[in-house]
């Protein structure tokens, strides 16, 4: 398996693919720490705690914060490096002469997912790194031991979100023949998920639990529950409320509607969760992604493993 | 008679009710050069894929070099080779680079194969094109570039399926002599082809599949016995005039097996090439000898005729 894997990482490396994929990123991560610097002065106050986290999560004006961006191309990579896994392998030719090779079956498709997790691994931890470093430079206030595990926990939950979309994508290479269908119905997925899901879980909410002109808290919170709970069937909302969590610690839970009441009704002051509450509260998001790209990775193996290669 | 290498047992692959191969038994010794004959969708694929582990039988048996393919599909692959009909390398890699990545698969050591691929390449014939990228290559090019890659590892056994398709005459000539090549280095091939005179040029052997039975198994001057008739040669002579003199005269040269008259021609089956000795028959009995033509037993008759048959 480690030759398939050296193979498949120095082929990512050297491709154009990859040169545009990293591109984007690093413009990702420029555009974060501008943003940053345009705006964070009117957010941080003087008792404001967290402020290199602040750093990643200020968004502009008109420009998104960083998180978005991420969680905007973290998708498009995985795909990109999964959709044509194993059907150019079958379309090239290549498959029969590799399964020929004394190699179990199982090395070449999971060489291949292992060399994409490290290239987006790669991509992620540099681009945290590049916009922590640039911030550290210019706002030059370093980041508490919190922060940093904050932004440790960050960066694995969003390596898991980009495994999840490449099992995704492979999955879709193992099943259609051809490259292109499989790229075309990861991304038609994606769409629906990052768009599509928060439209239409809102609608039913409220053909659920209508919101009158003057609505009660309980019918509030009902019509946010149900919208929270279909919205999580996207991975693209689990991916969201994870990273938001861990990013922002004052927030203390995913029902808006609870946190908005909540502040309003006792007049609290919002206090920051500990590092391992936020976890806590992340632990079903980040289990429900570990699962999805599970079961992704596990089909698409299955599927792999028992297809049996025909006289064409 | 040498090791055997191949060897199946009523071997059957059903594919959701078509049955593809059926109770095909195969042996093949070491160093021959075995072709492997069939219309399209006989099975001869399919046989390869089963004796390679890559599919699995429905029924019967396999055993490569003394190991099952079923069970131990690695142990097999290790020593087989296979060309398959459409091969494909990876296209932005330099030839050198895909038969690294063939040695590296093969658990090759680094020392070990980068002084023979570079012999390899010198072989086949691509030094000067080892560190272009794949995707530059000629068809003929890319199948001296895949027995490049069967020869990396050594293999005792290597299957071949249509390995000249597509391919310029010289390119042709080029490859057949590499599998010759191959076989003198005590490679046992199996070479399923389309192009019977390239099989009759070079194999020891031939065995023919029809609708996934083998109908004809053995050398072709046996096969050629069995089903054209006669001997090795047939001889055309043309003579002034055919009388019955001289056709039993002709007969009564050693080794004619049979003349038969057709107008002013002579057919006359031998077993060896006998034309001096037919030219001098006819010429001692006065007759003219106007011209005469050879004919050995073309792989293609005897071909169409057992596919026919079945």
């Known amino acids: 398996m480690y030759a398939v894997f050296r193979k498949e990482l120095a082929d990512h490396l050297g491709s154009k693919r990859f040169a545009i994929l990293f591109m984007l990123v690093f413009l990702a991560a420029i555009l974060a720490i501008y943003v940053a ?80 997790l490290a290239v987006i691994s790669t991509m992620i931890v540099t681009v945290i790194a590049i916009v922590a470093g640039l911030g550290l430079r210019i706002i030059g206030v370093p980041p508490s031991s919190e922060e940093t595990l904050r932004l440790i ?51 039913i909410a409220n053909a ?58 006792s007049g609290r002051m919002i206090t920051p969760l500990p590092f391992s509450q936020s976890l806590l509260l992340v632990w079903p998001q980040t289990v429900s992604i570990v699962a999805l790209a599970a079961i992704c990775f596990g089909v698409s193996y299955v599927k792999f493993m028992t297809e049996e290669i025909r006289a064409v | 008679m040498g090791q055997v290498v191949v060897e199946t047992n009523n071997l059957t692959k059903t594919y959701d009710g078509f049955t593809a191969v059926d109770g095909l038994n195969l042996r093949i ?57 459409s091969v494909g390398f990876y296209e932005d890699l330099t030839a050198r680079q895909n038969l690294e990545y063939t040695a590296e698969l093969n658990n090759l050591r680094k020392g070990e194969y980068e002084q023979k691929i570079t012999d390899l390449l010198a072989t086949v014939g691509l030094s000067k094109v080892a560190d272009q990228q794949v995707s530059t290559f000629s068809r003929g090019m890319r199948q001296r570039l895949g027995i490049a890659d069967i020869w990396v590892k050594e293999p005792k056994l290597a299957f071949l399926d249509e390995p000249t398709i597509g391919i310029d005459p010289e390119g042709i000539d080029e490859i057949l002599k590499l599998i010759v ?35 004809a198994d053995g050398s072709i001057d046996r096969l050629g016995d069995k089903a054209v008739g006669g001997g090795r040669y047939r001889i055309e002579a043309e003579v002034g005039q055919v009388s019955p003199q001289l056709v039993t005269s002709l007969q009564r040269v050693n080794g004619v097996l049979a003349v038969q008259a057709s107008g002013n021609s002579l057919l006359i089956s031998c077993d060896k090439d006998l034309r001096g000795q037919i030219a001098k028959a006819i010429v001692d009995s006065d007759n ?19 596919s026919r048959e079945a």
Request: charged residues 15%; contains cysteine.
């Open chain 1, 37 to 116: 610097i345009q705006s964070i002065r009117s957010v941080v106050t003087p008792t404001t705690e967290f402020v290199f986290l602040k750093m990643f999560t200020t968004s502009g004006e008109t420009l998104p914060s960083f998180p978005f961006f991420i969680s905007l191309f973290i998708p498009i990579i995985g795909i990109a490096l999964g959709f044509d896994t194993i059907n150019s392998e079958r379309a090239s030719g290549n498959l029969s002469r590799l399964l020929s090779q004394p190699i179990y079956r199982d090395s070449v498709i999971n060489g291949k997912f292992l060399a994409g």
């Open chain 1, 153 to 203: 926990a960050f960066a694995i939950i969003s390596i898991i979100y980009g495994a999840f979309w490449m099992a995704l994508a492979t999955l879709f290479s193992v099943f259609f023949n051809r490259a292109a269908t499989s790229m075309l119905a990861s991304i038609a997925l994606w769409i629906f998920f990052f768009f599509f899901m928060s439209m239409i879980a809102g609608a």
């Open chain 1, 208 to 265: 659920q639990a209508p919101l009158g002109s003057n609505p009660t808290a309980e019918e509030m919170i009902r019509n946010f529950g149900i919208q929270g709970m279909l919205g999580r069937i996207s991975p693209c909302t689990l991916y969201a409320e994870a990273t938001t969590a861990l990013l922002t610690p004052e927030l203390g839970s995913f029902n808006t509607a609870l946190m908005v009441l909540s502040t309003f009704t």
């Open chain 2, 29 to 85: 010794e070491e160093g021959e050069i075995f072709g492997f004959l069939g219309p399209n969708g006989a099975g001869k694929t399919t046989t390869i894929l089963m004796l390679l582990g890559l599919t699995e039988p429905s029924s019967g048996t396999a055993q490569v070099c003394g190991y099952n393919p079923t069970r131990e599909p690695l142990k097999v692959k290790r020593i087989v080779g296979y060309l398959p009909e």
């Open chain 2, 181 to 215: 090549n191959m076989a003198k280095r005590k490679i046992t091939i199996i070479f399923c082809s389309h192009q019977l005179e390239q099989v009759q040029k070079i194999c020891t052997r031939v065995g023919i599949l029809a609708k996934g039975h083998l109908v």
């Open chain 2, 288 to 306: 003219l000898l106007v011209g005469m033509k050879i004919e050995e037993h073309s792989l293609e008759k005897i071909y169409k005729k057992y």
